[in-house]
């Protein structure tokens, strides 16, 4: 398998609580992956030591054959780690189009000369990036006028706009609707169908895991518990039981 992300014993103690326990995650190109486990088991800190966010105890992570432990968030984010964090940033002031534009303008720093040219093939791009995201419709409202789905929607679409390898949603369906949460899982299977885009995804709700994930990594207590398909998962006693916070 070709791997875009692996981590070897990665751990983070905070004081004496040990957050990410020796943690190993092998996650191939294109793959797309979620990461379950009950509040407070790690699995914002592993997304955290991931993207330099926070530096680990012990281990390393090896991002495209490059160690990058220890990089600055920037560094990382550069080379082609994106993130979107649980509760959503964007620019409520600004519209969804405006929004979409605000990475491209961050990473490029084109020539006077450039910048109509840059204009175009950017405009064009966001459009097929807030199709892809269900947005398409709304590119000209203010963001703050939008449904809380729709706001997550727009930070997936931002996250898109970097062009990173390896993208990293930390609980995308979070405070949605039922309704939301299927068209955010069928959002997410299709980028990762249509682009060869690697994706990680920390998720709590079943269904949604159900609907989009091939393999699923389950975490306990800061270290990984099982890694299996959905049904295998879905099935198992132990992790039920750890859900139910019945498991020692
Ligand atoms: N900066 C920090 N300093 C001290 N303890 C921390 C810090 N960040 C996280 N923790 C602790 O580390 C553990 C793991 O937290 P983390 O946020 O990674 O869990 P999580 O699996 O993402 O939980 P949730 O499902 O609630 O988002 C928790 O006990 C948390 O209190
Ligand atoms: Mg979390």
Redesign the pocket.
């Known amino acids: 398998m070709d791997l875009i992300l692996e981590t070897r014993g990665l751990s983070k103690r ?1 004081g004496g ?1 040990v ?1 990410v326990d020796n943690v190993d995650i092998r996650l191939g190109k294109g793959e797309l992956r979620c990461i379950i ?1 009950p ?7 592993f997304f955290n030591l991931i993207t330099g966010n926070l530096k680990p105890s012990s281990g390393r992570v090896i991002f495209r054959g490059t160690d990058i432990t220890g990089w600055a968030v920037h560094d990382i984010s550069q080379l082609g780690i994106c993130r979107k964090f ?1 509760v959503p940033s964007i620019f409520e002031g600004l519209t969804v189009f405006e929004n979409m534009r605000v990475p491209y303008y961050a990473r490029a720093k084109p020539s006077i000369f450039g910048r109509a040219q840059l204009a175009k093939n950017v405009n064009a791009e966001i459009m097929g990036h807030l199709e892809r995201v269900n947005l398409a419709d709304h590119a000209h409202e203010l963001a703050k006028n939008l449904a809380h789905g729709q706001k997550q929607w727009l930070e997936i679409g931002m996250v898109l706009a970097s062009r990173p390898s390896l993208m990293l949603l930390d609980e995308p369906t979070a405070g949605m609707t039922v309704a939301e949460t299927k068209l955010t899982a069928e959002l997410v299977r299709k980028i990762s169908e249509e682009t060869d885009l690697s994706i990680l995804v920390i998720e ?1 709700d079943l269904s949604f895991v159900k609907e989009v994930a091939l393999k699923v990594t389950v975490m306990y207590k800061g270290a990984i518990f099982r890694e299996g398909i959905y049904d295998e998962i879905q099935e198992d006693r132990e992790i039920r039981d750890i859900y139910l916070g019945r498991h020692r």
């Open positions: 905070f609580l957050a486990g509040n407070g088991c790690g699995k914002t800190t649980q709590h």
